[in-house]
């Protein structure tokens, strides 16, 4: 049986939780009263039951034993169970079918989940594009102004640069409902550019801050090298930076970006350092992702009911104008 915390929420709707033709023949004081009875026997074990004990029920309601008679009539809402409780058996059925959909529900969220650890996965880890990360890392450490000859080595050695990380199920779900193949494959492009984008811009953002804290002399380019790494998804670089904010929270990271870098999978550990991604933050920026699709999904459909009624003004114009000339020329 679920725990107290993970009870379903409570529906105030009364006809599905009552016998058929009680809630509509209830006075205002009787709908009060059963609305509290059912309210306090959600909760208990079993869930949807009270105890057959007046001076309880009546304490539940809000007033004395002795006027409990004055609420016979909820009698019809309630049947004795072998166990000598009242059972409410309608909002028990409704009890569980509300618990029924939260657990499925949940088993979505860890499988979504699993599954976007499995493609951060299956990405191969190229251990010259580490390299060249923390040599880079290192001499713009020493001396900033030699940064910007090397500031595209990482993104020329990355194994996924110019490649597309897979997108989360609820965008693939909405590109999969847009009937052209071109304008599918416009909007998947169009949000893999917006995730590069947000990775980007937080990733300058933390950077600067770090630069006018004078925490790092790292220049701003930086940031540029760290977006385009190979496992540098917003949901990760999200993850790292707040790990690397706690870390500076406590004192116990003299080097926040070399930590950075740690936890983007682009020191020499390579992917055994990568940070995991708490699932709150992949939920935020799935749904974040989602309603981007959603966005470009509509200007989609837009743009090609747009051009279907371009195809169809020329078509009829063309039909149009040959009678004319035919009659014209006899």
Excluded at 4 to 14: A, G, I
Excluded at 38 to 66: F, N, Y
Excluded at 222 to 246: F, H, M, Q, T, Y
């Amino acid at each position: 049986m679920p725990a107290v915390e993970s009870h379903p929420r409570f529906p105030f709707d009364l006809v599905p939780l009552l016998p058929d033709g009680v809630a509509a023949s209830l006075s205002l004081a009787e709908t009060g009263a059963i609305l509290r009875l059912l309210a306090h026997s959600w909760r208990q074990q079993p869930p949807c039951s009270l105890p057959d004990d007046t001076a309880v029920l009546a304490a539940v309601v809000g007033i004395k034993a002795e006027q409990w008679p004055r609420l016979s009539r909820l009698d019809a809402a309630f049947t004795i169970g072998t166990d000598g409780r009242l059972h409410l058996r309608e909002a028990r059925a409704v009890y569980d079918r509300l618990s029924a959909e939260a657990e499925r529900s949940a088993r979505t969220s860890v499988v979504r989940a699993n599954a976007a650890r499995a493609r951060w996965s299956q990405v191969p880890p190229d251990a010259n594009a580490h390299a060249n990360a923390m040599h880079m890392h290192t001499r713009s450490d020493a001396n900033a102004s030699s940064a910007p000859s090397e500031r595209s080595a990482l993104q020329r050695s990355s194994p996924e640069t110019n490649s597309k990380r897979p997108l989360s199920a609820l965008s693939a779900d909405v590109i999969a409902r847009i009937g052209s193949a071109g304008a599918r494959a416009l909007t998947e492009e169009k949000i893999h550019a917006w995730r590069r984008s947000q990775a980007l811009s937080q990733l300058r953002s933390f950077v600067e801050s770090l630069r006018s804290g004078g925490l790092s002399n790292v220049p701003l380019s930086k940031a540029d090298e760290l977006a385009g790494g190979p496992w540098s998804s917003p949901e990760r670089v999200d993850a790292a930076i707040c790990r690397v904010k706690d870390r500076m929270a406590v004192k116990d990271c003299h080097k926040p970006v070399g930590y950075l870098i740690a936890m983007l999978g682009l020191s020499a550990k390579g992917r055994a350092s990568l940070v995991e991604v708490p699932l709150v933050i992949a939920a935020k920026w799935e749904q974040q992702e989602a309603a981007v699709a959603r966005q470009l999904a509509v200007v989609a459909a837009t743009a090609a009911a747009i051009e279907e009624r371009r195809f169809q003004v020329s078509q009829s114009q063309s039909g149009a104008g040959f009678p004319r000339a035919h009659s014209g020329a006899g």
